[in-house]
């Protein structure tokens, strides 16, 4: 079990603490709503979706988070900026937790952070990503808007190694302060399975080791990029799921502090998987805690027994 020297900062995300030594808090799980392959969305481009079963998606979450004590985020998708809106009006009336918003398109993202303010949601809203290909009408409206919680994406095409990877996240880090994000998640980024997948996990440890800062990572873009499961054989849903189970897994025990498991129509999988790895955890913690003599509390996950 990992036990840092560097002290580990930890952040208020809209009532969820993020950050810390592993087993000091729980994992904080993100599922992932609105996205344009999922079974519940109907119109990507106008914002429709299927809100029974959007709903019945963000209960499970919701259940799944009370019976395990692991926090669930929500990481809502918007196409356009039109969905954007929609998407987080509809889920800050059915959903009392934290949540992420992205896209892919710039002027979603805007309106993003433009509706967040107007709507009074800045508390619970954390703007995913900021990179360095973050536009700059972004960072205007960010330094404007009262948002001080965001993903800091540390990538870059040249980032091929662990020290280029640090480089480019400490200086992403700096920008982002400057842009009036006080409460920051350091995502070093998956890359596909022969392109560079294992870094990010080196990376996790290291920021943890040297910055001391709350880690975010989406290890399920590993198996849903990997060839070898587009075999007939393999191309189920059971075996992708089983895929990303053990990289939500794998980053849960390398001291990843909040992970994106994708579509929320696997947790329940995922969450009872997380619940397994932190009971592991957290008897390893308290017997590093003893040895250490190290005092401070650890989070309890149920046992069930």
């Known amino acids: 079990m990992f036990v840092f020297k560097k002290e580990q900062q930890t952040f208020d995300f809209g009532g969820v603490t993020i950050g810390g030594n592993p087993g000091e808090f729980p994992t904080v799980m993100i599922g992932g709503l609105f996205f ?12 429709l979706f299927k809100k029974d079963l959007a709903k019945e998606w963000v209960d499970l979450g919701v259940h799944m988070s009370d019976e ?14 039109e969905a954007m809106e929609r998407h987080i009006s509809w889920l800050a009336d059915n ?15 805007l ?26 009408a972004e960072k205007s409206l960010l330094q404007e808007k009262s948002i001080d919680k965001a993903v800091v994406l540390g990538w870059s095409p040249r ?35 022969g392109a560079g997948y294992g870094l990010d996990y080196r990376t996790i440890l290291t920021i943890k080791s040297e910055l001391g800062l709350p880690t975010c990572l989406g290890p399920h873009n590993a198996p849903s990029a990997w060839k070898f499961l587009r075999r007939p054989e393999l191309n189920t849903r059971r075996t992708h ?25 696997r947790t329940k999988e995922v969450f009872a998987a997380t619940s397994l790895v932190a009971n592991a955890i957290a008897s390893a913690a308290a017997e590093a805690n003893r040895t250490l003599g190290r005092e401070g509390e650890l989070f309890e996950p149920p046992t069930f027994e």
């Open 36 to 47: 344009k392959s999922q079974e519940v969305v109907e119109d990507v481009k106008k914002g």
């Open 68 to 81: 395990t004590g692991h926090p669930l985020v929500i990481q809502i998708y918007g196409r356009t900026p």
């Open 95 to 109: 959903f009392d937790g934290p949540f992420m918003f992205e896209s892919t398109i710039s002027a979603a993202r």
């Open 111 to 136: 309106r993003g952070i433009e509706y967040c303010s107007e709507a009074g949601l800045e508390d619970r809203a954390i703007y995913n990503s900021l990179n360095l290909s973050t536009k700059d």
């Open 159 to 193: 980032a091929t190694s662990l020290n280029d990877r640090m480089e480019t996240i400490t200086d992403m880090i700096d920008e982002a302060k400057t842009l009036g994000i006080t409460k920051m998640l350091i995502d070093p980024a998956t890359m596909p399975v």
């Open 241 to 265: 799921l089983a895929a990303i189970v053990a990289s939500t897994a794998v980053a849960q025990v390398l001291a990843t502090d909040c992970i994106m498991y994708g579509s929320m129509r």
